[in-house]
């Protein structure tokens, strides 16, 4: 992914008002940031634990996504996927991600969801930078870093279509 300013952040969001896309926290750390191992820019709003923003290329644009997260009354002893990717996360290390659609649509109300990892790091849980405290977090795969990593984008597309459409 290429790297990002402010300003192309919060000009990329599709499914909030520009007055909202300017009051959302950014990460701080934009420059430190591992661009070349992220396949879209995830994270959580530290001001609002149930809100997260996820950011990525999609075909000749970049696209903004606000987020809410259900809140999780998992406990320690269950396990869940992460829809993107395949990834098992203990107790609420997966919560439900539902974002308003854009346009019209989510004027009205309407909305699409997926179950995610709740801090939004899924390539780095891909490329094994980021793990996982669950037994079996990311399981041995005979499909290749590269056939994975393209999974991933392919399942964070199908996500951004749905909000797009």
């Known amino acids: ?8 952040i919060r ?10 896309a300017k009051r959302l926290h950014t ?8 661009w070349d191992d992220l396949d879209f820019l995830g994270w959580r709003d530290p001001a609002a634990p149930d809100r997260g923003y996820l950011v990525t ?4 644009t970049t696209v903004g996504i606000a987020l809410r997260a259900t809140t999780n009354t998992r406990t320690f002893q269950h396990r869940g996927l992460c829809s993107i ?5 203990p107790g ?27 801090d939004l790091a899924c390539p780095l849980y891909v490329r094994r930078i980021k793990t996982t405290k669950a037994v079996g977090g ?7 870093l590269d056939e994975q990593i393209t999974r991933t984008r392919d399942r964070l597309t199908a996500f951004v279509n749905k909000v797009l459409t």
């Open 138 to 144: 990311r399981a041995t795969e005979s499909l290749t």
């Open 92 to 118: 609420s290390g997966v919560a439900l991600m539902t974002a308003r659609k854009a346009g019209r649509p989510g004027r009205e109300g309407n909305s699409v969801g997926i179950y995610m990892c709740t």
């Open 57 to 60: 290329p999609h075909h000749d």
């Open 27 to 34: 990460p701080r750390d934009l420059p430190q940031l591992p």
């Open 1 to 8: 992914m290429q790297p990002l300013t402010d300003r192309d």
């Open 11 to 20: 000009a990329s969001f599709v499914n909030c008002t520009q007055g909202e």
């Open 85 to 89: 990717c395949l990834t098992t996360h």
